[in-house]
């Protein structure tokens, strides 16, 4: 991977070491609670400890470290993809079957496997191998149960990577407030072990249903590989499988599975979430209008939210970012920060005003600019309260009539019917739903990548509003216009997809956290303007804004704008 | 320089008018209202899942073991009887290893409340916005009215879950949103100041609750707008919200009980939290790490942050307020210590008056220069001039404001927007609510 991917690939690897750290913990404990005798606690602590320093522990950690590995390369390679945007059912449907999925669902099956026999050669058990001396016959028989438990971690492993990865990823979710690591790691413990034990109920009762109707097939393909009889009383029957008991071993091992993955998980976010700074002006780090630059990747968030924090609490980097550099005098710092972030709300502004408008996103201006009216996006025809039937598209339209007369040809009139043949097929029930295009795809696909946003403006904001009292060179006050305009563009794009009544139905969201991620985003962009407004109250007669922006501006200075 | 103070009517001529009167609240069926109805005879399995439903699976096993009530089951009475006994032992067995659960909901609030008599005056609480003139005041009847200056339409902000409301607080950096603190959790209102004719729905509200964090007994927004702080006297973790993701982080510090209140400072670098014991703790914004201190006798009852990050503080029961401040040192670390700053011991005035004593509630203006200050004893309010020159915090007395006939003061706070001076809001027991302005005004 290359620099962008640095900090990340970084994080991953320390996070994989808390992780093996953590597993050594639940192992050590795992071994102790196996042998649990509390009428004489000195031999079960003795015999405890020898276990925990004795090889068959170390070569287990080793294990258990290299599948964490495993688990950490998986997980880096599904958040470095970016969402995809699947804008038809079919498309999502193909999608699902793609090498890299298939591969690592066998890996993940495959790790299923080994965790749970590490389990399960922990805690002691006597289901570790397949085989056994037969009783009754001269020769070696199978050992059903532990045929029942490692197909078990196959499936545990595959079901936990379908759910985990392919049916509902989570994004990265960055906490409001970031707590020192061992506390948060106090703090999930318990709902790790709770949500570990009760979400493996489901997966155990599939998997035994899944035994009762198929268990005999891979029970005959491994006895006759093997060459071993079958004595014992079969398994894919429920009496059978109930009075064995080995269901209870099952749940265990596979609530075990699942602790040691959640913990893994939590570990990850815990780590990768971590707030960084990052310097101002540096020749050989990483500086802050850098990480901005990248935007939806991971750098780009780190760098959001550190632009946020050190706008709220770091008075030393904000005195940076108002310094002038030295020969010249041009503060290089500033801009280079106001442009990145300028770019990031403007191009997500630019987004939201394509969808609303329902066109391709538009990089070339078609309109001429009216002075004073740069606000407005040039796709609708009302600008402000009346209709300008003198920029009417339809002008567009007349001017290049003249083009289309020349080619009428056989070639075209059989290309429009066909076209028109298969807008016909579309609109048919089964068809347009596979095939349709899903109506607010677009517009959570873009809410997703919302949370740089927020963070950018309330640092622009609160950095503006600071340099009230701590600017000397004036740096911020000649680019307070822009900022101000910039956020009441984005506002007014945003009251686009709330306003009540006017909403066309592929803004209608389903999602939960999308419609959140959109209240979440509204409510920053307002806080951020209001910052401004209530911090420059004042003055705000003295800067110089278009009338359109001022008149926005008139509802946060009375504060009457919810 | 000095000032003179004078309370003109006219600076709040524009101000609202509010008088909460019993014909103003709405009925609601209350543990208190039980005894106006008469008893009907129902059968027996009706009345115990009925009290089931409403009151709990344990009151349900007293009535079914109560020999009174329960004529036809012996059985099924000393079966509950024994069960009750077990559970009794483990619910003392709970207390005593946590005692800051003993009471429930509404008891727990009372207990703890900055407002006199929590359950029973008129208004339970008020709040001011932080930016224009504009005041939330929950009544007894648990709704939130909402009373703008110059619009004479009130919002009534009510809804099923908001029960037993402790505290009141707007969002700073905004101009419509409202939390507030209830038994069940926090509920945010969105009040749009522009419908000046529809009363808020249920669908304005979001309730934010989480198991084991109720009831809550104080909300506090961050003053950059993007936190939310609620406390639970029975949560020994402090939550922090992000109302709109609806998501909380819980700060737990397991030593001393549950949170009562929290306060954040002006520059909300640090928050001062007060448990339900001896223990208070000064959270710092940036590592989110506390800072624990003890108080000398009870729970830390009032507290208020002022200009530069200065700190008053009063405990239950003494007559006293410490300051806290934090100097840096010549070696350039910081040292906090906190000294005594005031006494209050109980006076009799020349008029008959006590005034004095353990104190209630304190509250600061936001520009630091008046102080005002509720006793447990004494039905006068008193307010003070603090000044800060020189890192010395100087206190002085300023007046005394009393109520008409024998109304008591129930609680009250400064506005935030005052330019002229201060406002103090007083909530007088008769259901009265009074602005008291204090004009600054320099004079030589």
Same mark, same amino acid.
């Given at each position: 991977?290359?620099?962008?991917?640095?900090?990340?690939?970084?994080?991953? !690897?320390?996070?994989?070491?808390?992780?093996?750290?953590?597993?050594?913990?639940?192992?050590?404990?795992?071994?102790?609670?196996?042998?649990?005798?509390?009428?004489?606690?000195?031999?079960?602590?003795?015999?405890?400890?020898?276990?925990?320093?004795?090889?068959?522990?170390?070569?287990?950690?080793?294990?258990?470290?290299?599948?964490?590995?495993?688990?950490?390369?998986?997980?880096?390679?599904?958040?470095?993809?970016?969402?995809?945007?699947? %804008?038809?059912?079919?498309?999502?449907?193909?999608?699902?079957?793609?090498? =890299?999925?298939?591969? %690592?669902?066998?890996?993940?099956?495959?790790?299923?496997?080994?965790?749970?026999?590490?389990?399960?050669?922990?805690?002691?058990?006597?289901?570790?191998?397949?085989?056994?001396?037969?009783?009754?016959? $001269?020769?070696?028989?199978?050992?059903? =149960?532990?045929?029942?438990?490692?197909?078990?971690?196959?499936?545990?492993?595959?079901?936990?990577?379908?759910?985990?990865?392919?049916?509902?990823?989570?994004?990265?979710?960055?906490?409001?407030?970031?707590?020192?690591?061992?506390?948060?790691?106090?703090?999930?413990?318990?709902?790790?072990?709770?949500?570990?034990?009760?979400?493996?109920?489901?997966?155990?009762?599939?998997?035994?249903?899944?035994?009762? %109707?198929?268990?005999?097939?891979? #029970?005959?393909?491994?006895?006759?590989?093997?060459?071993?009889?079958?004595?014992?009383?079969?398994?894919?029957?429920?009496?059978?499988?109930?009075?064995?008991?080995?269901?209870?071993?099952?749940?265990?091992?596979?609530?075990?599975?699942?602790?040691?993955?959640?913990?893994?998980?939590?570990?990850?976010?815990?780590?990768?979430?971590?707030?960084?700074?990052?310097?101002?002006?540096?020749?050989?780090?990483?500086?802050?209008?850098?990480?901005?630059? *990248?935007?939806? =990747?991971?750098?780009?968030?780190?760098?959001?939210?550190?632009?946020?924090?050190?706008?709220?609490?770091?008075?030393? /980097?904000?005195?940076?970012?108002?310094?002038?550099?030295?020969?010249?005098?041009?503060?290089?710092?500033?801009?280079?920060?106001?442009?990145?972030?300028?770019?990031?709300?403007? $191009?997500?502004?630019?987004?939201?005003?394509?969808?609303?408008?329902?066109?391709?996103?538009?990089?070339?201006?078609?309109?001429?600019?009216?002075?004073?009216?740069?606000?407005?996006?040039?796709?609708?025809?009302?600008?402000?309260?009346?209709?300008?039937?003198?920029?009417?598209? *339809?002008?567009?339209?007349?001017?290049?009539?003249?083009?289309?007369?020349?080619?009428?040809?056989?070639?075209?009139?059989?290309?429009?019917?066909?076209?028109?043949?298969?807008?016909?097929?579309? =609109?048919?029930?089964?068809?347009?739903?596979? %095939?349709?295009?899903?109506?607010?795809?677009?517009?959570?696909?873009?809410?997703?990548?919302? *949370?740089?946003?927020?963070?950018?403006?309330?640092?622009?904001?609160?950095?503006?509003?600071?340099?009230?009292?701590?600017?000397?060179?004036?740096?911020?006050?000649?680019?307070?216009?822009?900022?101000?305009?910039?956020?009441?563009?984005?506002?007014?794009?945003?009251?686009?997809?709330?306003?009540?009544?006017?909403?066309?139905?592929?803004?209608?969201?389903?999602?939960?956290?999308?419609?959140?991620?959109?209240?979440?985003?509204?409510?920053?962009?307002?806080?951020?303007?209001?910052? !401004?407004?209530?911090?420059?109250?004042?003055?705000?007669?003295?800067?110089?804004?278009?009338? $359109?922006?001022?008149?926005?501006?008139?509802?946060?200075?009375?504060?009457?704008?919810? | 320089?000095?000032?003179?103070?004078?309370?003109?009517?006219?600076?709040?001529?524009?101000?609202?008018?509010?008088?909460?009167?019993?014909?103003?609240?709405?009925?609601?069926?209350?543990?208190?209202?039980?005894?106006?109805?008469?008893?009907?005879?129902?059968?027996?399995?009706?009345?115990?899942?009925?009290?089931?439903?409403?009151?709990?699976?344990?009151?349900?096993?007293?009535? @079914?073991?109560?020999?009174?009530?329960? #004529?036809?089951?012996?059985?099924?009475?000393?079966?509950?009887?024994?069960?009750?006994?077990?559970?009794?032992?483990?619910?003392?067995?709970?207390?005593?290893?946590?005692?800051?659960?003993?009471?429930?909901?509404?008891?727990?609030?009372?207990?703890?409340?900055?407002?006199?008599?929590?359950?029973?005056?008129?208004?339970?609480?008020?709040?001011?916005?932080?930016?224009?003139?504009?005041?939330?005041?929950?009544?007894?009847?648990?709704?939130?009215?909402?009373?703008?200056?110059?619009?004479?339409?009130?919002?009534?902000?009510?809804?099923?879950?908001?029960?037993?409301?402790?505290?009141?607080?707007?969002?700073?950096?905004?101009?419509?949103?409202?939390?507030?603190?209830?038994? *069940?959790?926090?509920?945010?209102?969105?009040?749009?100041?522009?419908?000046?004719?529809?009363?808020?729905?249920?669908?304005?509200?979001?309730?934010?609750?989480?198991?084991?964090?109720?009831?809550?007994?104080?909300?506090?927004?961050?003053?950059?707008?993007?936190?939310?702080?609620?406390?639970?006297?029975?949560?020994?973790?402090?939550?922090?919200?992000?109302?709109?993701?609806?998501?909380?982080?819980?700060?737990?510090?397991?030593?001393?009980?549950?949170?009562?209140?929290? /306060?954040?400072?002006?520059?909300?670098?640090?928050?001062?939290? @007060?448990?339900?014991?001896?223990?208070?703790?000064?959270?710092?914004?940036?590592?989110?790490?506390?800072?624990?201190?003890?108080?000398?006798?009870?729970?830390?009852?009032?507290?208020?942050?002022?200009?530069?990050?200065?700190?008053?503080?009063?405990?239950?029961?003494?007559?006293?307020?410490?300051?806290?401040?934090?100097?840096?040192?010549?070696?350039?670390?910081?040292?906090?210590?906190?000294?005594?700053?005031?006494?209050?011991?109980?006076?009799?005035?020349?008029?008959?008056?006590?005034?004095?004593?353990?104190?209630?509630?304190?509250?600061?203006?936001?520009?630091?220069?008046?102080?005002?200050?509720?006793?447990?004893?004494?039905?006068?309010?008193?307010?003070?001039?603090?000044?800060?020159?020189?890192?010395?915090?100087?206190?002085?007395?300023?007046?005394?404001?009393?109520?008409?006939?024998?109304?008591?003061?129930?609680?009250?706070?400064?506005?935030?927007?005052?330019?002229?001076?201060?406002?103090?809001?007083?909530?007088?027991?008769?259901?009265?609510?009074?602005?008291?302005?204090?004009?600054?005004?320099?004079?030589?």
């Amino acid at each position: 991977m290359d620099v962008t991917c640095d900090i990340f690939s970084k994080r991953l !690897i320390i996070s994989v070491l808390w992780n093996i750290g953590l597993q050594a913990v639940i192992a050590v404990m795992l071994v102790g609670f196996i042998q649990i005798d509390i009428l004489h606690p000195v031999s079960w602590i003795s015999s405890s400890i020898n276990d925990v320093f004795g090889w068959k522990m170390s070569i287990n950690i080793v294990l258990l470290g290299l599948v964490s590995f495993f688990q950490a390369y998986i997980y880096g390679c599904y958040y470095v993809k970016p969402l995809p945007k699947y %804008f038809t059912r079919f498309s999502m449907f193909l999608s699902l079957f793609c090498a =890299q999925n298939i591969i %690592f669902s066998i890996l993940y099956a495959l790790s299923g496997y080994f965790t749970m026999s590490l389990y399960s050669s922990l805690a002691k058990s006597n289901f570790n191998t397949l085989k056994k001396i037969c009783e009754n016959y $001269d020769g070696q028989c199978l050992l059903e =149960q532990s045929l029942f438990l490692q197909m078990g971690g196959m499936w545990m492993g595959l079901y936990y990577f379908l759910n985990a990865h392919i049916f509902s990823p989570t994004t990265l979710t960055f906490p409001h407030i970031y707590q020192d690591k061992f506390q948060q790691i106090k703090l999930a413990i318990h709902s790790i072990l709770s949500c570990g034990f009760k979400s493996s109920i489901i997966p155990v009762v599939y998997y035994c249903i899944f035994y009762y %109707f198929w268990g005999h097939k891979p #029970r005959n393909v491994v006895s006759d590989v093997y060459g071993l009889y079958l004595e014992d009383k079969p398994l894919d029957n429920i009496l059978n499988l109930f009075g064995s008991g080995i269901w209870i071993g099952l749940w265990f091992y596979t609530s075990l599975f699942l602790i040691s993955v959640y913990a893994m998980r939590t570990v990850f976010n815990i780590v990768l979430t971590e707030p960084m700074k990052f310097p101002i002006e540096s020749s050989k780090k990483l500086t802050l209008h850098k990480a901005i630059a *990248q935007k939806s =990747q991971f750098n780009g968030y780190l760098g959001t939210q550190d632009l946020k924090i050190m706008s709220l609490t770091d008075t030393v /980097r904000r005195k940076e970012i108002f310094t002038l550099s030295q020969p010249g005098g041009h503060p290089r710092n500033w801009n280079n920060l106001l442009q990145e972030c300028l770019k990031i709300v403007n $191009d997500f502004s630019k987004e939201l005003d394509s969808i609303n408008g329902d066109m391709k996103p538009v990089e070339i201006e078609m309109l001429p600019k009216r002075p004073g009216s740069s606000i407005t996006p040039k796709s609708t025809l009302y600008t402000g309260n009346l209709r300008n039937m003198a920029y009417s598209p *339809q002008l567009h339209e007349l001017k290049e009539h003249n083009k289309n007369k020349s080619e009428h040809t056989l070639i075209s009139a059989i290309k429009e019917e066909f076209n028109i043949l298969v807008q016909r097929i579309r =609109q048919k029930p089964g068809i347009s739903y596979l %095939f349709g295009e899903l109506t607010d795809t677009r517009l959570k696909f873009l809410l997703m990548q919302a *949370q740089p946003v927020m963070w950018t403006c309330e640092g622009l904001a609160f950095i503006a509003a600071a340099s009230l009292k701590e600017d000397k060179y004036g740096v911020v006050q000649t680019d307070l216009p822009i900022v101000i305009s910039t956020l009441i563009n984005l506002k007014q794009n945003l009251d686009k997809l709330t306003k009540p009544g006017l909403v066309p139905r592929k803004h209608i969201l389903n999602d939960s956290f999308a419609l959140k991620m959109k209240s979440a985003l509204l409510s920053s962009v307002k806080l951020s303007i209001y910052k !401004i407004v209530i911090t420059f109250s004042k003055y705000i007669h003295e800067i110089p804004l278009d009338p $359109d922006v001022q008149i926005a501006i008139q509802p946060f200075l009375i504060c009457k704008e919810a | 320089m000095k000032y003179i103070v004078a309370a003109m009517p006219d600076m709040t001529k524009k101000h609202p008018i509010i008088n909460v009167t019993r014909d103003l609240h709405h009925h609601r069926t209350s543990d208190e209202n039980i005894s106006m109805y008469i008893d009907v005879e129902d059968n027996l399995l009706k009345k115990i899942t009925s009290v089931w439903y409403k009151q709990g699976f344990l009151e349900a096993l007293s009535v @079914a073991a109560d020999p009174s009530v329960n #004529r036809e089951s012996p059985t099924l009475a000393v079966t509950a009887s024994y069960i009750l006994k077990v559970a009794n032992i483990l619910t003392a067995f709970r207390y005593f290893l946590q005692p800051h659960l003993k009471d429930i909901g509404p008891k727990i609030v009372a207990n703890y409340s900055r407002t006199r008599n929590w359950g029973q005056v008129p208004v339970k609480c008020l709040a001011w916005h932080p930016h224009t003139t504009k005041i939330a005041v929950a009544t007894v009847d648990d709704n939130v009215r909402v009373y703008c200056s110059e619009v004479t339409f009130v919002s009534t902000l009510k809804c099923k879950a908001q029960g037993h409301v402790s505290s009141l607080n707007w969002r700073p950096l905004s101009a419509s949103e409202l939390a507030v603190g209830c038994e *069940q959790g926090v509920i945010v209102w969105t009040v749009d100041p522009n419908l000046m004719f529809t009363k808020p729905s249920s669908s304005n509200a979001v309730l934010l609750k989480k198991n084991g964090h109720s009831p809550v007994t104080d909300v506090s927004w961050s003053p950059n707008g993007d936190l939310l702080i609620s406390c639970s006297g029975a949560d020994t973790s402090m939550l922090v919200w992000d109302t709109a993701m609806e998501t909380a982080i819980p700060l737990r510090r397991v030593a001393g009980g549950g949170n009562v209140f929290a /306060r954040w400072s002006f520059d909300a670098s640090k928050i001062f939290t @007060a448990t339900s014991s001896i223990i208070f703790r000064i959270w710092d914004t940036k590592t989110w790490t506390p800072e624990r201190w003890c108080a000398r006798g009870h729970r830390v009852v009032a507290a208020c942050w002022g200009p530069d990050n200065i700190l008053l503080f009063a405990a239950k029961g003494e007559p006293m307020v410490y300051a806290l401040t934090t100097t840096s040192l010549l070696s350039g670390s910081q040292t906090t210590k906190a000294t005594p700053a005031l006494d209050v011991t109980k006076v009799e005035l020349s008029s008959g008056e006590p005034v004095g004593g353990p104190i209630l509630d304190m509250c600061w203006d936001p520009t630091g220069r008046y102080m005002a200050m509720l006793f447990e004893e004494s039905h006068l309010v008193a307010v003070f001039c603090t000044t800060y020159i020189m890192m010395q915090l100087k206190i002085d007395p300023c007046c005394f404001v009393t109520g008409v006939e024998d109304e008591i003061p129930c609680t009250m706070a400064f506005q935030q927007n005052f330019n002229d001076g201060a406002c103090l809001t007083i909530a007088w027991s008769s259901g009265r609510v009074q602005h008291f302005p204090i004009i600054y005004s320099e004079s030589y």
